[in-house]
């Protein structure tokens, strides 16, 4: 009885040590591509908005997924989300699969190209569709180049995927949410973009600075300076997020122009240093300009 149970754990654990969102070496990741057994095989997923990068060389066995696929124009407003019925078509016919591993990179690895955002961004999205098996390529195309992993030109396609019975639609916050919260106590709202455009020095936007109330930290802080698709260890930015206000003791609201800088900054608090509530405001910037009733700030907060 007692080796029974004890065998119960064991393939209880196995099975669910699968299911994890985070970040995977280029050597583990590539180790994965290579199994012998191809049901252990993950669906790679190049996310890079440039087809032509694809082309001149990505992963074995990656799938191109152009991550502004997902995106379109809406009452105006571009770069909004899909519907839910067009983006589920697009996630099976790309063979993304509630029962398998999905490895996702790009490249981006100096400011200011920026791909790792679609790597991230593409991660929220199958995340909040209900898939739990999810890892981003640390260090992207660029690190699996400098260890020397194989890169091919041909082709690869997934068959049709199935999607999970049941999203995570929460982790998700719209407009009214951040609205009604940002002021509450123990929650933070926070804008992933660049410092210089929460302050509204740039030529980007329609109207210039923030959501009144929200602090800065720019997403780039996450990142290795030498490769911006690689994430530093928890520890080395750890105080400077808690200098920030970003504790995991808060409720974390984030955004940024269009939510990919937002989905990396929701990635890293949520996955890599575990947070336990973290919420991306989709429509971001790009949908609060347009709203103008709603008032736009310049001056920065701290942390209360």
């Known amino acids: 009885m007692h080796r029974l149970a004890a065998t119960l754990i064991l393939l209880f654990s196995v099975g669910t040590a699968r299911a994890e969102i985070g970040i995977i070496s280029p050597t583990e990741a590539n180790r994965l591509i290579q199994s012998a057994e191809a049901g252990k095989r993950p669906l ?8 032509k990068d694809y082309f001149r060389g990505h992963l074995p066995t990656a799938h191109h997924l152009n991550f502004d696929t997902l995106r379109g124009t809406v009452h105006g407003v571009p770069v909004q989300y899909l519907p839910d019925d067009l983006t589920k078509t697009l996630l099976v016919r790309a063979g993304v699969d509630r029962n398998r591993t999905h490895l996702i990179y790009a490249t981006g690895d100096t400011l200011p190209n920026d791909e790792i955002l679609s790597a991230s961004m593409v991660a929220y999205v199958l995340e909040k569709f209900g898939v739990q098996d999810i890892r981003i390529v640390d260090g992207g ?5 400098q260890a020397k992993l194989p890169v091919t030109q041909e082709y690869f396609g997934n068959p049709p995927g199935t999607l ?10 719209t407009l009214e949410e951040v609205l009604a919260r940002k002021s509450k106590a123990g929650v933070i709202l926070v804008d992933a973009r660049p410092h210089n455009e929460y302050l509204g020095h740039d030529d980007v936007w329609l109207r210039k600075g923030h959501i009144p109330g929200a602090v800065s930290f720019h997403w ?6 030498d490769n911006t698709h690689q994430f530093r260890p928890f520890e080395t930015v750890k105080a400077e997020l808690a200098a920030a206000g970003l504790t995991p003791d808060k409720e974390i609201l984030v955004y940024c122009g269009t939510s990919r800088e ?3 900054l929701r990635f890293y608090l949520k996955h890599v240093a575990k947070y336990p509530n ?7 910037w790009k ?3 347009s709203l103008k009733q709603h008032p736009a700030e ?7």
């Open 164 to 173: 999970p019975e049941q999203g995570h639609p929460e982790i998700a916050v």
């Open 141 to 145: 195309l660029p690190a699996w180049k």
């Open 287 to 289: 949908e609060y300009v």
């Open 298 to 304: 310049t001056t920065e907060n701290k942390a209360r």
């Open 278 to 284: 973290v919420r991306l405001y989709e429509g971001s």
């Open 262 to 264: 937002g989905s990396l």
């Open 44 to 51: 790679v997923i190049d996310t890079r908005g440039g087809y």
């Open 220 to 225: 780039a802080r996450l990142m290795e300076t």
